[in-house]
């Protein structure tokens, strides 16, 4: 159950700081981007491993993590972890349509977790860990749902349940802490909670 406004923390009007260089690959991680490029927003537990998964991929310029979904404007990543900001961990990924399709982006967001836990992703718990796909256009929405109702399909056919993943236009993204950004390339030995589903696309 997320929160009502009431509740959720007052948060602030400085943005996080962040360092404006991909730690793995150079390129910016704040806008503006090449006018080229596309940008998805998806949620899939712990940020830190979604967002190894997608900077790995060809035709990916940029990735970075953060919290959308909320109420709480520039929160913290403690603040998140609370419960009372109702964002969820997401990763922003800057892509290349020409090199690739959002529908593959798709894929591997269905394929590489659980979407049907709810507020949960494996033994992470909390509002922040569900699974989401905030999207920027119509073609992004329609994509989204398609690509959900088919995923279903397969699922039910394996015995498993509804899926419960949030699919909204997108709302504002708040980069996380620097410390957070490509944590997994700083930190090889950190921790990943990522883990798909027994059922391909």
């Not at 991909?22 to 940008?39: D, R, S, T, W």
């Not at 949030?166 to 410390?179: G, H, P, R, T, V």
Request: hydrophobic share 35%; glycine share 10%; net charge negative.
């Amino acid at each position: 159950m997320m929160l009502s406004t009431i509740k959720t923390l007052p948060g602030r009007d400085t943005p996080m700081p962040v360092s404006n260089r991909h730690y793995v690959n150079g390129h910016p991680i704040l806008p503006p981007f090449p006018a080229h490029l596309h940008e998805a927003l998806f949620g899939i537990g712990c940020f830190w491993g979604a967002e190894k998964k997608f900077w790995q991929i060809p035709g990916v310029f940029s990735t970075a993590v953060g919290f959308s979904g909320g109420d709480t404007p520039n929160p913290t990543y403690d603040e998140v972890c609370s419960g009372l900001t109702g964002h969820a961990e997401v990763v922003k990924i800057v892509f290349d349509p020409a090199m690739l399709a959002y529908e593959k982006l798709l894929t591997d967001f269905w394929q590489s977790h659980n979407p049907t836990q709810g507020m949960r992703q494996g033994n992470d718990c909390g509002t922040q860990y569900r699974s989401c796909i905030y999207f920027y256009s119509p073609e992004q929405e329609q994509a989204a749902f398609a690509t959900r109702d088919n995923y279903q399909s397969r699922l039910t056919q394996a015995g498993y349940g509804m899926i419960t993943t949030q699919i909204l236009a997108a709302d504002i993204f708040y980069y996380a802490e620097d410390y957070h950004q490509q944590y997994l390339a700083k930190n090889p030995q950190g921790y990943c909670g990522l883990g798909g589903l027994p059922v391909s696309f």
